[in-house]
RNA sequence: GCCGAUGUGGCGAAAUGGCAGACGCAACGGACUUAAAAUCCGUUUUCGCGAAAGCGGAGUGCGGGUUCGAGUCCCGCCAUCGGCACCA
């Protein structure tokens, strides 16, 4: 294909459209009170999540989604949008670093080698970005304020009663002493996901099946002095606050779901014979007359204090602590434990129960321990057949006669206080009863835990923070950005403790304290971004008021701010959870003007390899745009991307497929050019500016019309179709009225910039095919004098018929009836019913 | 195990409860050409009858249901993919 005659230029033009858009900055969009800012225009925020620029370049599924946001800011902008376009660079993260350590090159060098190959790369697929807006999370002037960011949390708490973060300074006087345990971002000695193989700790989302996310390393559990953020004080929020998103509902549900909030009440068990007592969580209060026994996790401390069977409690929590995660998880489906030799007492009829330890119970959620109830919980059920522990029932299932064990909901048996009432109402009687006599109270539990915040890496931002002895303080704002030490050796020391307290002198912060070495974790960057795009250069804030109301700004009361955010749904609950809770924290502390940064988010689908795999080197099924669109075009390359199917759906790439897209844009290129004598492309003949005919008006309108509704609903496939209808429509017409290219260059230029610019050019259209106006559909062309109805007999197509556009039912029933091919099918029969769907059908019930 | 998504020709797919398969790919046939490529025109869900125009039947993962009418709505299954997974 290389040595043969391309079907149309598209290397020549689409190098020229990219430099005049570059030379011209057409996609440059000002701010509010820039000049050439029309505050009368609309805005339209669309993006992208942004990309980390790896060392492998662009593959085909990123310009999926920066394609379907493209068309969109085009169109927007068409429509008369003031439009924010914009792209950065997630640069700072693992890859680099390990890549770093390998070649021993610094990774701010290999990242400014791969940025500079990705936006080469994006450039030549001519995407409208507002480049004058790029950034980057490395960069000391990003993560300034990143690092501002942080202080802001830290100088926040969570106030309770008003559900919102405040200003340190603003802790109630009782609380001010303990001023750092009621901080936003605060440190902790707790066991952590440690990874020997990164030389990192990680956050509980980075650890799949005991294995890290990158690089599929072991992780372990250790205790050891890190900083986390209180996102579970915005649990409920961050749950609540989901309802007001045009977010997918699958989207929302995993985020609900990974929040996981449980309703239940705390309840008090006394050790027998001992002052301590034991607090549990339960979702099932009203089972509470059917605990045989209570089960504390391995690392809960009281174990310590009641353990009489010393030894075999000490053995077995041994065993569970060599025991890595993965063991832990994998061994999961045979129950272990051991008596602890104590008993407790039940408060509601005090029975003596035995306490054991048992590693089903895990130290991380609720108390650390439970209350069995065997015969309602498979868990306890599973663990007392091992053990041979009582089984007692105290829920009747609506059933006939219910298995031993039963976790649904039913009446309560066997319980005094609360025998013969339904579990709703048996958990409300008996949490009153326990509140009342101060064994336990109302609760809600979370899965959802802090976020692990620090991270034992180089090439990540420096905690604004330093240690005065035991103390932490945060650093004056003034000192921001803290920059990154010049290092020779960034590899993990291996210890855990941090590469940047390798520098020495970097690490004295003045004569008394030293510098905080952890860094913070990739998300800390894409936690804002989308705030910096509204007003990159500021100096003075992450993004000045009036542009960050302007364009993060909503109408109808809506809480979100970016119009529309495409990216994959691997960021489900890590990026958009993490993101959502500092733009709530932000909000809290008036620095942003609305609750919730994304107001409409949209899933794109995982491009397949030809072969229907995932693409990977392995299986050597990777495509590379490069070589697409030197073959074929940029043009081509975005229209196939968006032809290959729904955007949100899965689906497998394929060349022929792109072949398909080129054929269509080399005969859109020939209803305006043909070749002369010479073999140049000229203005073709078959141009002409007479008025369009009836059926080239009708064409062209409805492709208006179903272009733009499928633009709108994201649904680029079938508007793709549409185009390709009015195409053959074109091709086949004796000659092409000037006014109906017109109409269909500015549907197709969202999709295909280049192509449509130069035959705009060509046609001699004022001004650029970006700049036009968008058309608008005028109904009076679509409507015809007559259609055609379907008549059925008994539901099966039978006859057609043209009628006049405005029969009226009867008449058309009457038509009907009449058709030879009806009444064949009638024979004898008896006519029970007509139903007419006017424009449509006519359905001949008979029987 | 739980939650969610998907299932339509040889393939990618399309169808406000109203003609299933638009549009594209592939395949086949034809035109143009010395020839090929490119381009243009046509056929293409499937089975039966027919030389043909045509006529008739079946058909949207499987089984039921609602409806004049179901790919679409309801109930019950199956398969594939994704997420969570001892969360008390």
């Given at each position: 294909m290389s040595d043969t005659r391309k079907p149309y230029p598209f290397d020549a033009i689409e190098a020229k459209w990219q430099a005049f858009w570059e030379a011209n900055s057409t996609f440059a969009i000002p701010n509010p009170g820039e000049p050439g800012f029309n505050p009368a225009r609309p805005k339209y925020y669309v993006l992208d999540m942004f990309p980390y620029p790896s060392g492998a370049g662009l593959h085909v599924g990123h310009p999926e989604g920066y394609t379907a946001t493209d068309i969109?800011?085009?169109?927007?902008?068409?429509?008369?949008?003031?439009v924010l376009h914009p792209m950065g660079w997630d640069a700072f993260g693992l890859p680099a670093e390990q890549y770093a350590i390998k070649t021993g090159q610094h990774p701010a060098i290999t990242t400014r080698e791969n940025v500079a190959r990705f936006k080469t790369q994006l450039k030549k697929i001519g995407f409208a970005y507002d480049w004058s807006r790029e950034i980057n999370t490395t960069d000391p002037g990003y993560y300034k304020w990143t690092q501002w960011i942080f202080l802001q949390i830290?100088?926040?708490?969570?106030?309770?009663?008003?559900?919102?973060?405040?200003?340190?300074?603003?802790?109630?006087a009782e609380s001010a002493a303990s001023a750092d345990s009621h901080r936003l971002a605060y440190v902790s000695e707790a066991p952590v996901n440690w990874c020997p193989g990164l030389g990192t700790v990680l956050a509980n989302e980075e650890v799949i099946d005991g294995k890290s996310e990158v690089g599929g390393f072991p992780v372990v559990r250790r205790p050891m002095r890190q900083w986390k953020l209180r996102i579970t004080a915005y649990a409920d929020r961050l749950i609540e606050e989901l309802d007001g998103l045009d977010w997918p509902e699958s989207i929302k549900t995993l985020q609900r779901n990974w929040i996981g909030r449980s309703e239940g009440a705390e309840v008090a068990f006394k050790v027998a014979g001992k002052e301590e007592s034991i607090t549990v969580f339960t979702t099932r209060p009203d089972t509470l007359f059917g605990v045989t026994y209570v089960v504390?996790?391995?690392e809960n401390p009281l174990v310590d204090l009641l353990a009489a069977e010393r030894e075999n409690v000490e053995a077995y929590r041994g065993r569970v602590a060599s025991k890595s995660d993965l063991e832990r998880t994998d061994l999961a489906k045979e129950k272990s434990g051991v008596f602890t030799g104590a008993y407790a007492v039940n408060p509601v009829n005090g029975d003596r129960i035995p306490i054991w330890v048992a590693d089903y119970v895990l130290m991380g959620y609720g108390a650390g321990a439970i209350m069995a109830v065997p015969a309602h919980d498979e868990r306890d059920y599973?663990?007392?057949g091992k053990f041979g522990l009582e089984i007692r029932q105290v829920v009747r299932g609506p059933g006939p006669d219910a298995a031993e064990c039963f976790s649904g909901e039913?009446?309560?048996i066997n319980s005094p206080l609360?025998?013969?009432l339904p579990t709703a109402e048996a958990k409300t009687k008996i949490t009153a009863w326990l509140e009342e006599h101060g064994f336990g109270k109302k609760t809600v539990n979370y899965k959802l835990r802090d976020w692990l915040f620090s991270r034992q890496r180089y090439w990540g931002e420096p905690f604004p923070v330093a240690w005065r002895g035991e103390r932490h303080e945060a650093l004056p704002e003034t000192e921001l950005p803290l920059t990154p030490p010049e290092l020779e050796d960034f590899k993990p020391t291996g210890s855990g403790e941090p590469p940047l307290a390798k520098a020495k002198e970097w690490l004295r912060y003045d004569e008394g304290a030293l510098r905080e070495t952890n860094t913070m974790p990739q998300w800390a960057g894409s936690c804002w971004y989308y705030l910096r795009f509204c007003d990159p250069q500021n100096a003075k804030r992450p993004a000045g008021e009036e542009a960050e109301r302007y364009w993060m700004g909503a109408e109808n009361g809506k809480p979100g701010g970016v119009d529309l955010y495409i990216g994959g749904t691997e960021h489900a609950v890590l990026h958009l959870l993490y993101a959502r809770f500092w733009h709530k924290v932000l909000f809290d502390l008036g620095h942003v003007s609305k609750p919730e940064p994304f107001q409409k988010l949209v899933n794109q689908g995982i491009i397949l390899g030809e072969d229907g795999q995932k693409m990977s080197k392995a299986r050597g099924n990777v495509v590379n745009p490069d070589d697409v669109i030197a073959q074929y075009g940029a043009d081509s390359f975005r229209l196939y991307e968006m032809f290959m199917g729904p955007l949100e759906q899965m689906k497998p790439w394929s060349i022929t497929g792109v072949e398909g897209v080129s054929r269509f844009l080399a005969r859109v290129?020939?209803?305006?050019?043909?070749?002369?004598?010479?073999?140049?492309?000229?203005?073709?003949a078959a141009v002409s500016e007479a008025a369009p005919g009836k059926a080239l008006l009708k064409a062209a309108h409805a492709s208006i019309k179903k272009v733009t509704e499928d633009i709108e609903a994201l649904s680029f496939n079938t508007a793709i179709a549409q185009m390709m209808i009015f195409v053959n429509a074109l091709t086949n017409a004796p000659e092409r009225p000037a006014a109906c290219l017109r109409i269909l260059l500015q549907l197709l230029n969202p999709f295909a910039p280049h192509l449509t610019e130069e035959l705009w050019a060509v046609l001699g259209f004022e001004g650029l095919c970006a700049d036009a106006k968008w058309p608008v559909c005028n109904e009076d062309y679509l409507v015809e004098d007559e259609v055609e109805l379907v008549v059925q007999v008994n539901g099966k197509v039978r006859e057609r018929m043209i009628v006049k556009k405005d029969?009226?039912?009867?008449?058309v029933e009457n038509l009907a009836l009449e058709t030879p091919k009806v009444r064949e099918h009638l024979g004898g029969k008896t006519v029970r019913k007509v139903i007419v769907v006017p424009g449509k059908l006519v359905n001949i019930v008979a029987g």
């Open positions: 969109v800011a085009r169109y927007k902008r068409a429509l008369g949008f003031n830290y100088n926040a708490w969570f106030d309770p009663e008003t559900r919102r973060a405040r200003p340190i300074a603003e802790l109630p504390l996790a391995p599973e663990f007392a039913g009446v309560a609360i025998d013969g290129w020939r209803l305006v050019m043909e070749e002369n004598q010479e073999g140049a492309w000229v203005r073709s029969a009226s039912n009867a008449e």
